[in-house]
């Protein structure tokens, strides 16, 4: 029996990233996180989420500059 079933898959790494960063991360997927998951995995969706999040403040920013201009 090995314990790769648990191991959380992609879209698993990324809610409990976006749970964790907000604050709400269940116990059971805390408890999972941190038994069966990478460091690895959770430091890359840290990074990459974060990235995306100020390209699409930017964004944001640049729609609203935009249209104030006219």
């Known amino acids: 029996m090995s314990d790769t079933p648990n191991k959380p898959n992609l879209l698993q790494v990324m809610v409990s ?11 059971k ?13 959770y430091i890359a969706a840290g990074i990459i989420g974060t990235v995306v999040f100020v390209l699409i403040v930017y964004g944001v920013v640049k729609l609203v500059l935009s249209g104030a201009g006219k």
């Open 17 to 27: 990233t976006l749970a964790g960063a907000f604050g709400v991360q269940s116990e």
């Open 29 to 41: 997927n805390r408890l999972r996180d941190f038994q069966y998951g990478s460091a690895k995995a």
